[in-house]
């Protein structure tokens, strides 16, 4: 709607994904601490490359001086975006254990391709919870990483649908930055 701001919300976006990462990070620590080593080099890795992305953004943002406007925002917190969430973990917990199950590592990956194209936050506890259990550290850290990147893909989506052509190129290559570093960061993970 405001093309002058176009920069800024391109920066906004990748700010946002990037701290996506180190959020993700954040909650691998406090709900399974022994799986911090294998999720840190793509979370890291992807923070590191959307950093960088940002910094690229806000340099051309910062030559733009568009007028102000007014942003209506909406309260974020409700009683009914915590049951959706609640449901939505259930959900993802049963049906990562039964990939895993049935379709082995494979199986699990696609739960989390399939889980963090609508939340990476369910299949982060998902996977934090089965962790050295039912699947293995690495397995854990790569199905969540997927999961990051299929949100990350699916936001880079939207935004080139949403906000056009350009904003769109703006977001994507800031987030293939971020998910290029991050893939580096899975192959140490695997190396290591």
Same mark, same amino acid.
């Given at each position: 709607?405001?093309?002058?701001? #176009?920069?800024? +919300?391109?920066?906004? $976006?990748?700010? %946002? ?11 691998? +620590? ?6 911090? !080593? ?7 890795? +992807?923070?590191?490359?959307?950093? %960088? ?32 969430? %609640? =449901? ?5 917990? $049963? ?7 049935? =379709? !082995? ?12 194209? #609508? ?21 854990? %850290? #790569? ?18 649908? +949403? ?6 190129? =703006? $977001? ?9 570093? !991050? !893939? ?9």
């Amino acid at each position: 709607e405001e093309p002058a701001i #176009t920069d800024a +919300a391109a920066l906004a $976006v990748m700010l %946002a994904s990037t701290v996506m990462f180190v959020r993700v990070l954040v909650v691998v +620590a406090l709900v399974r601490p022994q799986l911090v !080593g294998a999720v840190a080099p793509p979370m890291v890795g +992807a923070a590191l490359g959307g950093t %960088a992305a940002s910094a690229a953004l806000w340099l051309r943002a910062r030559s733009a001086r568009p007028e102000r406007s007014a942003i209506v925002f909406s309260n974020p917190f409700e009683l009914g975006s915590a049951l959706r969430f %609640a =449901l939505l973990f259930a959900i993802v917990l $049963v049906g990562s254990k039964a990939a895993t199950v049935y =379709l !082995g590592t494979l199986g699990t990956y696609a739960a989390g391709v399939l889980a963090g194209s #609508t939340d990476v936050d369910a299949i982060t506890l998902s996977m934090a919870k089965l962790a050295g259990d039912t699947v293995s550290h690495r397995v854990a %850290a #790569t199905t969540i990483f997927l999961a990051a990147a299929s949100n990350t893909v699916v936001k880079g989506a939207m935004a080139a649908f +949403a906000g056009g052509l350009r904003f769109g190129r =703006l $977001v994507i290559a800031g987030q293939l930055t971020a998910l290029a570093a !991050g !893939g580096a960061g899975v192959a140490i993970a695997w190396l290591v």
